[in-house]
């Protein structure tokens, strides 16, 4: 009996070193990956869902061969890099609701409730209801396992080369916030030409009075007509990122 459970002891340890040592980078990627790193998720779900992605990922990952300090520190912080590339994307989405709010007169819309906040996370949910209906835990499986070709499991990222790829990601997540919010720019840019002209030709009319349902309304078309372009270029990006998330920042 002890010889069957001694058995039985050493043919799983090294399953469950595989399985915790690939929870340790999936951990730390659910921190703070956009869908399931959201505030609004319970931790309970978060756990089934890191455990569920590990079993999956688990078989193709070689079994370390012990667990150490090191090892730990280096996958949580594997992980939690990664998760922190694909949130500057889903941020992306927020800063240009937050521009667009800015711009144009949409804070109109929600009275008391902040005008930049409002616009960004209605953009945001729907991003992310667009990302979960593409399959976005398979396309995590599917990153985080070809993470392990560029980044193997134990191997510490250096510095300056983990600087460059934040820094890169960094900046394609602000040049994709302006690009979308650009329809909005542009229609504040008229909007503003157009008052201008309008009160110097007529001085005597309160062009803010006609002009602010103008602009409120027609910002509310654009945003109606632009934001399914919006989330198919933030979702291009997106999927773009979970397939190369290294891509463009590291050698």
């Given amino acids: 009996m002890i010889e069957a459970a001694l058995a039985l002891h050493d043919a799983a340890l090294p399953l469950l070193s595989q399985l915790f040592a690939v929870f340790l980078r999936v951990g730390g990627l659910m921190l703070v990956v956009p869908g399931f790193g959201d505030r609004l998720i319970p931790m309970r779900i978060r756990l089934v869902v890191g455990f569920a992605l590990s079993a999956a990922i688990a078989p193709s990952v070689p079994v370390p061969a012990a667990v150490t300090p090191d090892l730990v520190a280096v996958e949580l912080t594997v992980g939690f890099a990664l998760g922190t590339v694909l949130r500057f994307i889903a941020a992306a989405l927020t800063m240009a609701g937050m521009m667009a709010a800015q711009l144009t007169s949409l804070s109109q819309l929600f009275g008391n409730v902040e005008p930049s906040s409002?616009?960004?996370?209605?953009?945001?949910?729907?991003?992310?209801a667009l990302l979960m209906a593409s399959g976005l835990p398979m396309m995590l499986i599917e990153m985080l396992m070809r993470s392990y070709d560029v980044l193997p499991q134990?191997?510490?990222?250096?510095?300056?080369?983990?600087?460059?790829?934040?820094?890169t990601r960094a900046s394609q997540a602000f040049g994709l916030a302006f690009a979308m919010?650009?329809?909005?720019?542009l229609a504040a840019l008229i909007y503003n030409a157009a008052?201008?002209?309008i009160n110097r030709a007529m001085p005597q009319l309160m062009v803010a009075l006609v002009g602010a349902p103008a602009i409120t309304g027609a910002s509310a078309v654009l945003l109606f007509l632009a934001a399914p372009l919006i989330l198919t270029v933030w979702k291009t990006t997106?999927?773009?990122?979970?397939?190369?998330?290294?891509g463009g920042g590291m050698p």
Wanted: net charge negative; no cysteine.
């Fill in 238 to 246: 997106m999927v773009a990122v979970l397939a190369d998330p290294i």
């Fill in 154 to 167: 134990g191997l510490a990222m250096p510095g300056d080369d983990v600087a460059g790829w934040v820094v």
């Fill in 181 to 185: 919010a650009a329809p909005f720019a």
């Fill in 118 to 128: 409002a616009i960004g996370n209605l953009l945001n949910m729907a991003g992310l």
């Fill in 195 to 197: 008052m201008g002209v």
